[in-house]
């Protein structure tokens, strides 16, 4: 199964259509979300092509291939607009034989994790900086930020596919 992960779209038009445009060409069968979907948030700037009516359709468009969780930033009312579930503080994914646990990240994360065992693999979000870590015999992943990233990672995502994971960056 080929899974593209990614996080932090926070409303940007322009930097969710280039993730899909990223997941169609890589032929992906699964849109796992860590938060943080249509609000850009307090602590952010505006990011480019702010227009979350535009993500609520490009997104509810493809909502059979989406598993999402909830981000610091996503409340009820987008959940009114959002045809798949994104309320859930957590969500595991077993593929090629990984157990994924996805998290927005502002609960759990490298420094806090949550009750998974040596081999298991959680990601996150929220920090909008790509990580690539082991804590606690858990490998944790955080593809940085869709639309506004940190520490100059770059606008990312992250492949996962025959048991592997990869991180690419958006042009």
Request: proline share 5%; with cysteine.
């Amino acid at each position: 199964m080929k899974i593209i992960i990614a996080s932090d779209i926070h409303g940007s038009a322009h930097w969710c259509a280039k993730l899909l445009d990223a997941y169609k060409a890589e032929g992906a069968e699964m849109l796992l979300l860590l938060g943080d979907v249509l609000y850009h948030g307090p602590r952010n700037d505006l990011p480019t092509e702010y227009a979350p009516k535009t993500v609520i359709q490009m997104l509810n468009e493809m909502k059979s291939e989406i598993i999402c969780v909830r981000g610091n930033c996503d409340t009820e009312v987008d959940q009114m607009v959002l045809d798949f579930p994104i309320l859930s503080q957590s969500a595991v994914v077993f593929a090629d034989g990984v157990k994924i646990y996805a998290t927005h990240g502002h609960k759990f994360n490298k420094d806090n994790l949550p009750p998974l065992s040596a081999g298991d693999v959680l990601v996150y979000g929220h920090t909008h900086v790509a990580l690539d870590t082991v804590a606690g015999g858990v490998r944790c992943l955080n593809p940085g930020s869709v639309s506004i990233p940190k520490e100059n990672t770059g606008h990312g995502y992250i492949i996962f596919e025959n048991g592997e994971f990869t991180r690419k960056v958006l042009d």
